[in-house]
């Protein structure tokens, strides 16, 4: 049963401090998403890679966010330093799409952080 | 600016009842995708369907059936007989044209079936 898997699926931290977000992405997808969930924005896109190329990271704060695809089995999400206005659930989603036509996006657990 | 909206922040429901998750969308082109999807308690996002523009028949499956109407812009999910393992919180979405991986999410419906 292929799952997305993210690590942790939990963290708290204290203001200031970093935060790295790991994605496993289902064997085979070459396309990977970052999203974000508040109570008060609700789902936003952050960035999202294809063929671990970045495609767009418009919605993702570059002053402190950084995405990475180091390799195929592995997107980072990182915050630095964190702030407790990034408290959210971080979901990492992949497909196997190629934009022009739609391929379902398989949502992982997420990450709940708590910046303190 | 494409926009969905799902006016109903909570629905509360009574086992076998049905029940309509509304959602309106907005959007300037003429070629996009709608989609719903569903997170339980779990938190994982799952896919329930996608519609294209071109496509307004209604879809059934089991008890959930969805009404495409874009005289009205809306994308109504309805729940035949709900059970209360459908508690849940739906998203409806919308991509952009000629790029279905971005999606806008409206904010979401709580459902709450109780036994």
């Known amino acids: 049963d292929a799952r997305v898997t993210q690590t942790p699926r939990d963290k708290v931290t204290e203001m200031g401090q970093e935060v790295t977000m790991r994605c496993q992405p289902i064997l085979g997808h070459n396309t990977v998403f970052w999203y974000r969930q508040t109570m008060k924005q609700g789902l936003e896109l952050l960035a999202y890679f294809r063929n671990r190329a970045p495609l767009d990271d418009s919605g993702m704060p570059k002053d402190r966010f950084s995405a990475e695809m180091p390799d195929a089995t592995l997107a980072t999400l990182k915050i630095q330093p964190s702030e407790p206005r990034d408290s959210a659930v971080y979901f990492c989603a992949s497909s196997s799409g190629q934009g022009a036509t739609y391929n379902e996006q398989f949502f992982g657990p997420g990450t709940r952080l708590t910046v303190l | 600016a494409q926009k969905v909206t799902q006016a109903q922040t909570e629905i509360s429901v009574v086992e076998k009842e049905d029940v309509t998750l509304d959602c309106v969308y907005e959007?300037?082109?003429?070629?996009?995708?709608l989609f719903w999807y569903k997170q339980p308690p779990s938190g994982e996002l799952v896919f329930l369907i996608r519609?294209?523009?071109?496509?307004?028949q209604n879809e059934i499956s089991g008890r959930y059936s969805w009404n495409f109407q874009k005289s009205t812009s809306s994308f109504n999910f309805t729940i035949t007989a709900s059970q209360v393992v459908d508690s849940a919180v739906y998203f409806c979405?919308?991509?952009?044209?000629?790029?279905?991986?971005?999606?806008?999410f409206g904010t979401g419906t709580r459902l709450q079936v109780f036994p």
């Open positions: 979405a919308l991509s952009e044209p000629y790029n279905t991986d971005k999606l806008i």
């Open positions: 519609r294209n523009s071109f496509d307004e």
């Open positions: 959007t300037r082109d003429t070629t996009y995708y």
